[in-house]
């Protein structure tokens, strides 16, 4: 390719344009359509020359060159196994009309759409019958650390990328430490399981040991990935010395990120939640392979 103008929607920490470097895809011009600023602030770091055109819901009145590559991952809470389970009705899921709206008014050569495997199924039917393609479902347990399960919708080649077989303790080590999740839960004394609904159980923090070498997804609560000292089974409760929590450095290489990417940002919770909210860019990387 000699160049392609690229708009991506929901941009956050630019993932996509990283991904598109290291694929060795030349960008004339990349538009960005997000609105939260520690993550503007991140990709303005890095990439100066990104259009930023602000809430994707004014895409009317953007006015841009031939669009080669529609890009987009749109929000999942609606969607999601842990959500709320409400779907395209979902106030933040239903911005993936938007990204409809937009594939139709710029008319890309390539789109891609990456969201979450979805809490039914009749979800992904509708978006896959929207874009007259399947999803692939991709683990970016095969390039990462990490295990995420993403789907992915493109008009082009969408392939599984090779097994590296990276494990956690190569990203947190050397000492040996085990990943885990902080959560809290209401445990029934009499039974020794859960009881999230008894009023008379007061909630308390438990520890729940990750039972193989990758980690849990990453998530904007950032209690929900730690790491401990030794390794457990099943669930024990937590006092603070018990763990710690992944730093945003060990968060970046899980979603193969450039070292320091956020370091831009200084809360330390705030660039755990964008990585998190990020793309792994590996993945990305190899999809994108497919169109060089």
């Known amino acids: 390719m000699t160049g392609i103008n690229v708009l991506s929607l929901f941009d956050g920490i630019s993932c996509g344009r990283i991904a598109l470097q290291n694929a060795g895809i030349k960008v004339n011009n990349y538009f960005s359509s997000e609105i939260e600023k520690n993550a503007l602030k991140v990709s303005a770091s890095h990439f100066p020359d990104i259009v930023q055109l602000g809430d994707v819901k004014n895409f009317n009145s953007w006015k841009l060159p031939k669009i080669d590559l529609l890009m987009a991952g749109s929000p999942c809470m609606g969607f999601s196994q842990s959500g709320q389970g409400k779907g395209f009705s979902h106030p933040e899921s ?40 399947e999803a692939e479902e991709i683990n970016s347990s095969l390039v990462s650390a990490q295990d995420r399960r993403r789907l992915y919708w493109g008009n082009f080649e969408i392939s599984q990328p090779k097994d590296k077989k990276i494990t956690a303790n190569e990203i947190i080590g050397p000492e040996p430490l085990w990943l885990a999740r902080s959560l809290n839960r209401k445990i029934n004394p009499l039974t020794g399981k859960r009881d999230d609904y008894n009023k008379s159980i007061k909630n308390q923090r438990y520890l729940e040991c990750k039972s193989n070498a990758k980690a849990h997804t990453l998530t904007t609560i950032n209690t929900h990935n730690v790491v401990v000292p030794e390794r457990f089974d099943g669930r024990r409760k937590a006092a603070s010395q018990d763990y710690r929590f992944l730093t945003p450095e060990e968060c970046e290489e899980l979603q193969t990120l450039p ?23 590996d993945v990305i990387e190899h999809i994108f392979k497919n169109l060089t």
């Open 94 to 133: 239903r911005l993936y009309f938007n990204f409809l709206d937009c594939l139709d008014k710029f008319q890309p050569e390539y789109f891609l759409l990456e969201n979450v495997p979805m809490k039914k199924k009749i979800w992904e039917q509708q978006i896959s019958s929207d874009l007259n393609t």
């Open 259 to 281: 070292e320091g990417w956020t370091s831009v940002v200084k809360s330390q919770n705030q660039r755990c939640s964008m990585i998190a909210l990020g793309w792994t860019v």
